[in-house]
């Protein structure tokens, strides 16, 4: 049962600086901060949101901000220096929440920057910090552990298996949640496999093609071509796969056809910190075979959902689809309603933003 907060708090949700909302190139956290705002209006909570100009939202009010992007994180070295660009988006972000912050309660950041984590003891506004990917840089890794120091409160997780990344097993995990009204369970799927993701080397696409070359199974691709040089690469190097790139969907027509899907495929070659695609597939009553790595390896209940296979082994992934007839689809559905709603993601949120903010 849900329980609607006591007090009405006024939030503020600050976006990545790495794109604006709407283009797919957001990547996970657009779905997350979407769905986390839904979770919070239902629980009487009211909901600004603040991403780059160029930036579109539905469900709650947007205030935009021009700049320079900020580079995706997941492309520097560990040792590498945190570097603004001239004009730097991601400084005109916090600027602004700077000067807007006496009109909210709070403030969430979803920025796996530098900048935004280093700033919250000089705010009067509390900043809450939910981080969106694992361990990838050293000065990320020394911000996050200050702040788990000084401002423990402050920090949530996606998955248990992310947080251990950084070597602070004890912090929240709030995992997330969908709009589940917007995804309707299929009980008799046609025989394609489904990919879902940004194209780009760490998502490592080729172990699903590979999959599909070796099951004969078409393999549909949803997802923002992030890399064009890597997916030509992959083209020449399976000529003869059965691949229908589908192009980057939103949720309605990506569902239609997700749920339709023998399985979803999840072939991370680097740690996802959560995996919303994998909920998505659930919520469908998709199962899900992935390698057992990552916030997919917290989600997934190996056998029961669908199967966690040895990383990086393209038998296993195929061993696992051999067996996917004793998946029970219903199962799948089941799960994403009592873990992954929007009101089970509001409780995990008040209890988190409770212990932030005076009663
Ligand atoms: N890189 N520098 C930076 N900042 C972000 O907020 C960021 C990122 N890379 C990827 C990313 N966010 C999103 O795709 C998350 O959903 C992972």
């Not at 009010?61 to 492309?75: C, D, K, N, R």
């Not at 997700?258 to 469908?284: D, H, Y």
Request: one cysteine or more.
């Amino acid at each position: 049962m849900s329980i609607v907060s006591l007090k009405s708090w006024r939030i503020l949700l600050v976006s990545t600086p790495v794109a604006s909302l709407g283009n797919g190139f957001g990547g996970g956290v657009e779905l997350s901060l979407k769905n986390l705002a839904q979770s919070l209006q239902l629980k009487g909570h009211v909901v600004t949101v603040l991403a780059p100009e160029g930036s579109v939202l539905a469900n709650a009010e947007l205030q935009t901000v021009p700049g320079q992007l900020q580079i995706s994180m997941q492309f520097l070295d560990r040792t590498e220096a945190m570097c603004l660009p001239d004009n730097s988006v991601l400084a005109n972000l916090w600027e602004k929440a700077r000067a807007l912050q006496n009109d909210y309660d709070l403030i969430l950041n979803f920025a796996y920057d530098w900048l935004p984590f280093y700033l919250t003891p000089f705010f009067q506004t509390p900043i809450a910090h939910l981080v969106s990917m694992c361990s990838l840089t050293n000065t990320m890794d020394r911000v996050i552990h200050q702040i788990a120091q000084s401002f423990p409160q402050s920090l949530a997780f996606h998955s248990q298996v992310q947080a251990e990344t950084f070597g602070l097993s004890q912090a929240r995990c709030i995992g997330n949640a969908l709009d589940l009204d917007l995804y309707d369970y299929c009980a008799d799927p046609q025989e394609y496999l489904a990919w879902v993701g940004r194209i780009s080397p760490e998502k490592a696409i080729e172990d699903a093609i590979a999959v599909s070359e070796a099951t004969g199974l078409e393999l549909r691709v949803y997802g923002v071509l992030q890399d064009l040089d890597y997916w030509e690469r992959l083209k020449q190097k399976f000529p003869h796969a059965a691949i229908n790139y589908r192009g980057f969907l939103g949720t309605e027509a990506l569902q239609q056809e997700l749920r339709q899907s023998k399985a979803l495929l999840m072939t991370p070659r680097w740690v996802e910190a959560f995996g919303n695609v994998v909920i998505e597939a659930l919520a469908c009553g998709v199962p899900v075979v992935a390698y057992r790595r990552g916030g997919p390896a917290d989600i997934i209940q190996d056998g029961i959902t669908g199967f966690l296979v040895e990383p990086d082994s393209i038998d296993g992934l195929v061993q696992a689809l051999n067996a996917i007839h004793k998946i029970d689809r219903q199962a799948c559905r089941d799960r994403a309603e009592k873990e992954y709603s929007l009101a089970a993601h509001g409780d995990r949120l008040n209890s988190w933003f409770q212990a932030l903010l005076p009663d």
